[in-house]
């Protein structure tokens, strides 16, 4: 079954809006993956209408705030990449930039939205190129073949994703080829400032005082992170804080390096990145990541042995990546920072789950000499309970701003925008008219779905 007409922004936010009985064949679909009818499970949500979260253990965090961490892994596809993979190709095909039989999608990625861009293209019937850099994680590679997509590999690892735009500018000279740059295009910001955003508005209800203190996204696309212009209108307190690896600090001092942290650190500052609600930046060790990881998913005794109940020990194994433990720790940095109590609220999100990620920590063993107990258990205590508030940025400064601005200027007139356009964006306005635009998609997508009935 092939539709051309998925979800509106609204039905992603409220998928309990939908009528029954598209609601029993939407749930029915969960059992056949490449059903068309998956695109309606585009959402954070559960068959409840509650968002899907977890929250962290003190055991594990070692601070008294709550660490609230919203989970990807249940989206179609498994992970939330998928929504702006789906809102960018379904608002240009509603604008008729996108023509079903005519055109091929490119999806330039590191790989959550590469996967999801494959997927999408699957369900709605296109054909996909999906230009990635050829040294990922191979159970991205295997997915995305899987989901009948083309790999076009350029070199390097994360923090070469330049090369990858580079690549998809120059497929684009060929006509039929139309991008979904996730980068660049705002139904990416779109989507997570209405459906994350107003996702982690609701995830905090009946946690702490049910506010929103702080909110940790690591960068790749910078699209997540467009969740907190949403929170900061119901929670103007709120901070907004943008984590990228410490091996390449391109926000917090212009750095470049490679790193593991599969999904961020791609060494720009996105064009759809709104800096002027990011408050602080904070840079995490990439191997502090992995190592959590691997706490997480073979220290189970550990973390007993630490206090941690063992039914809620086994339940957080497969429910977070690399990237995940990033914003996790993220954010509990930041409740050290801002010195957090129990009443205060911390939401991050883990943008996938383990099941991409068996090859990362084959790699971390045959890297350390060890992975026993005794080691993990080390681990456990200098990753997590030692987390130090190190390496935090406040950017909330006039000049702080600029330099996120000069950073973006300086990674974006290459590609061909104007000094006009990226000074446009200083101004909340520009954001706002941006997000504005979501109600004419919600009734454009609606109308034509109808005709399609």
Not at 112 to 133: D, K, T
Not at 205 to 218: D, M
Not at 326 to 335: E, F, R, S
Not at 392 to 406: A, G, W, Y
Request: charged share 25%; with cysteine; aromatic share 8%.
């Amino acid at each position: 079954m092939k539709i051309p007409y998925g979800p509106t922004y609204n039905e992603m936010l409220h998928p309990e809006t939908l009528d029954n009985e598209l609601k029993a064949l939407v749930n029915k679909a969960k059992d056949e993956e490449l059903d068309a009818l998956n695109l309606f499970n585009i959402t954070w949500k559960d068959d409840h209408g509650k968002v899907r979260k977890i929250v962290l253990p003190k055991e594990l965090t070692g601070v008294e705030a709550n660490i609230v961490v919203m989970l990807g892994m249940y989206f179609p596809s498994g992970s939330h990449k998928v929504g702006p993979a789906y809102s960018t190709l379904i608002e240009g095909c509603v604008d008729k930039e996108i023509i079903p039989g005519k055109h091929t999608i490119l999806g330039p990625s590191t790989g959550n939205f590469g996967i999801g861009v494959s997927y999408i293209c699957n369900l709605m019937g296109y054909e996909a190129i999906v230009i990635m850099p050829d040294n990922m994680s191979k159970e991205r590679y295997e997915r995305i073949r899987r989901y009948g997509a083309t790999l076009d590999l350029t070199p390097g690892t994360e923090s070469d994703v330049i090369l990858t735009l580079e690549r998809t500018y120059e497929l684009m000279k060929e006509k039929n080829n139309k991008a979904l740059a996730q980068f660049e295009l705002m139904p990416n910001y779109r989507f997570h400032r209405h459906v994350t955003g107003n996702s982690a508005i609701e995830a905090v209800k009946g946690i702490g005082n049910g506010r929103i203190a702080a909110f940790t996204s690591a960068l790749g696309s910078s699209g997540t992170i467009a969740a907190g212009d949403q929170i900061k209108v119901a929670f103007p307190e709120a901070k907004v804080v943008a984590l990228e690896p410490y091996e390449c600090a391109t926000l917090t001092d212009g750095g470049r390096g490679q790193h593991r942290i599969e999904g961020i650190g791609d060494k720009m500052c996105t064009l759809i990145h709104n800096v002027i609600n990011t408050d602080f930046v904070v840079m995490i060790e990439d191997d502090d990541c992995v190592k959590g990881l691997k706490v997480i998913q073979d220290g189970t005794d550990v973390l007993v042995e630490s206090g941690m109940d063992e039914s809620v020990a086994k339940s957080l194994v497969g429910l977070f990546g690399v990237s995940g433990i990033c914003n996790i720790l993220g954010a509990i940095k930041m409740a050290k920072y801002l010195k957090l109590g129990a009443d205060d609220n911390v939401v991050t999100v883990a943008t996938d789950g383990f099941d991409r990620y068996d090859s990362v920590l084959e790699d971390l063993d045959a890297r350390c000499l060890e992975t026993s107990p005794h080691v993990l258990e080390r681990w456990k205590r200098d990753i997590f309970d030692q987390a130090c508030t190190n390496h935090i940025t406040d950017f909330r400064s006039s000049v702080m701003k600029e330099q996120l601005f000069n950073q973006k200027e300086k990674d974006w007139i290459p590609f061909g925008y104007k000094k006009e356009y990226l000074d446009s964006m200083k101004v909340q306005g520009f954001w706002d008219h941006e997000y504005e635009k979501i109600e004419y998609y919600n009734e454009k997508i609606k109308r034509l779905r109808n005709q399609e009935v």
